[in-house]
């Protein structure tokens, strides 16, 4: 599987055209590793068919994507808006976005 591309701050992926925060790069391998196994376990428990289970395994999932940064406060601290969930062409990284070979924009 390839990689998305990443915004040349490292702040997003792109994904059909559309911005998904990245995860802060200042963690540690060990607390990424961590808070990536703690997501997909509940990601997993989440398409488990258990009602009750899945309410609980949905909050998992957004609490381990907070600690990875994916969601909540941004981690980067020079004040720039986020644009999490933004089409990339509708944001400042339009020029870059378009740059970007067609397989890879995927808009």
Known sequence: MTQPPKTPDGRYIVVRGRLWRASNPGLSSVERQ?????????????????????????????AAKRALGERGPVWWHDGAPDYNRHMARNTPYAEWFARLPQPDRDD
């Open 34 to 62: 961590t808070q990536v196994d703690r997501l997909m376990a509940a990601r997993r428990r989440v398409r488990s068919d258990d009602g009750d289970e899945k309410a609980a395994a949905r909050a998992e999932v957004d």
